[in-house]
Nanobody, 121 residues
Framework: QVQLVESGGGLVQAGGSLRLSCAVS????????MGWFRQAPGKEREFVAA??????LYADSVKGRFTISRDSAKNTVTLQMNSLSTGDTAIYYC????????????????WGQGTQVTVSS
């Protein structure tokens, strides 16, 4: 099992930046896909970004603004978020899965508790 703990959320003005971190522990390996999802009030949890090896995948809504990275030595996954808008307000979750790429929430087996990101206008 994989344990995930997110940090770095907070309140930021539109146009600003935030950096989220996910501390990873437990039975992880380089074969795990690490992802970020988000859930806004009243909406379904949606895919944001994922990283597997040296490759990355992004939702169209964040492409060009968000960057996912992984530091295997520190066992962390980071989501750098720039040019934030009010539409990015959500709880952000770190997730892990083995078995290759997926943007489908239900195919991720391990989840963090989430961190709140609020973007004010």
């Amino acid at each position: 099992q994989v344990q995930l703990v997110e940090s770095g959320g907070g309140l930021v003005q539109a146009g600003g930046s935030l950096r989220l971190s996910c501390a990873v522990s437990g039975r992880t390996s380089s074969s795990h896909v690490m992802g970020w999802f988000r859930q806004a009030p009243g909406k379904e949890r949606e895919f944001v970004a994922a990283i597997w090896g040296g490759a990355t995948l992004y939702a169209d809504s964040v492409k060009g603004r968000f960057t996912i990275s992984r530091d295997s030595a520190k066992n962390t996954v980071t989501l750098q978020m720039n040019s934030l808008s009010t539409g990015d307000t959500a709880i952000y979750y770190c997730a892990a899965r083995s078995g290759g790429w997926s943007t489908i929430r239900s195919l991720y087996s391990d989840w963090g508790q989430g961190t709140q990101v609020t973007v004010s206008s």
